[in-house]
């Protein structure tokens, strides 16, 4: 695709329940990035996947927390026993290498998750 | 404490009118500085990016200017248009690490 592709946009969920988020990145990025941004808040870095190298998981907030990258492509971000305070929306962004290299990251229109 | 501080938290200026936004930051090894925009309910938006030996880019009626010995950047729009109201949000890169801004809310009335 042309850009970053989010799905779902919009997800209402049950507090306990768990939830999968996905990311399709620009096609040959491959950087990608997921934040979580609060209502009102700024970004906060949960996990960024470059290449074939270990993850950089050193954002997630718990262990409830797990995300993985399938290929090099496809992001799936997945939040288990989801509370309400997980209720944010999910950006997830890609690069074609290292954002801190000075090439432009690309966001998606984010995944909306409100638990309820 | 945040090693990205912007300001001011949130901006209302009219229609037409300039204004201009801060970046400080205390991120080292500094590599670069990007402005975002974020139009409500969207995702960020690249308008610039710099490096280490650029004072400053313009992006149309955007403008980013960097001090890198004072860590300091600005944002200045000029002839404001109310589809400049969104949240701006200032980006510094050390090595493979970014550091956010919490943002400045910039709202544009007519």
């Known amino acids: 695709g042309a850009g970053v592709s989010q799905s779902p946009s919009n997800k209402v969920t049950e507090k306990g329940k768990d939830v999968e988020l996905r990311c399709d990145p620009i096609?040959?990025?491959?950087?990608l990035y997921w934040y979580r941004q609060s209502l009102g808040q700024g970004l906060e870095f949960l996990i960024y996947?470059?290449?074939?190298?270990?993850?950089?998981k050193s954002g997630l907030p718990s262990d409830r927390f797990s995300a993985e990258r399938t290929g090099g492509s496809v992001s799936t971000l997945t939040i288990q026993r989801t509370q309400q305070e997980d209720s944010a929306v999910y950006l997830c962004?890609?690069?074609?290498?290292?954002?801190?290299?000075?090439?432009?990251?690309?966001f998606g229109e984010g995944s909306w998750l409100t638990v309820v | 404490k945040n090693q990205v501080e912007q300001s001011p938290q949130s901006l209302i200026i009219l229609e037409g009118k300039n204004c201009t936004l801060q970046c400080n930051y205390t991120v080292s090894p500094f590599s670069n500085l990007r402005w975002y925009k974020q139009d409500t309910g969207r995702g960020p938006v690249s308008l610039t990016i710099m490096t280490f030996s650029e004072n400053t880019k313009s992006n149309g009626r955007y403008t980013a200017t960097l001090d890198a010995d004072t860590k300091q950047s600005s944002l200045h729009i000029t002839a404001s248009q109310l589809s400049d109201s969104a949240s701006y949000i200032c980006?510094?890169?050390?090595?493979?690490?970014?550091?956010f801004g919490a943002g400045t809310r910039l709202t544009v009335k007519p």
């Open positions: 962004a890609s690069s074609l290498d290292r954002g801190a290299l000075g090439n432009t990251i690309y």
């Open positions: 096609s040959g990025h491959t950087a």
């Open positions: 996947f470059q290449g074939n190298s270990a993850p950089d």
């Open positions: 980006v510094v890169s050390a090595n493979n690490d970014m550091r």
